[in-house]
């Protein structure tokens, strides 16, 4: 099973090192940096809270998944640095629905619609 990394944003096996994670400091990168800042802790739980705690496509499908969530950058930390903590380009997504969109597998523009429907409401 894949898993999202926190540390360089990409998909590992489940148990594996990534290569970017920090070794016994806090240095880390510029991404690790801001995943371990308080404005993205704070961002992340605003963003579940507006998503009701639930996954947004499972949501699409009709259940109710409040399991494994996370927040999900629709155009990635790599590609758009500047939208980091804007509401528009997040999501709340399970586990799978996550690797999915991580992958490619689910479009970014599906995504976006569900975005500015939550918006909307």
Known sequence: M???CKYCGGLHKRGTVCPKKPIGNKKGTKMDKFRWSKSWQKKRLEINERDKFLCQVCMQEG???YKDLS???IDSLLE???KRLDNCNLITLCRKHHEEAERGEIDKDYLIKLVEAIEED
Do not use: A, G, I, P
């Open 2 to 4: 894949l898993v999202s």
């Open 63 to 65: 259940k109710y998944n």
């Open 71 to 73: 927040v999900h950058h």
């Open 80 to 82: 758009r640095w500047d």
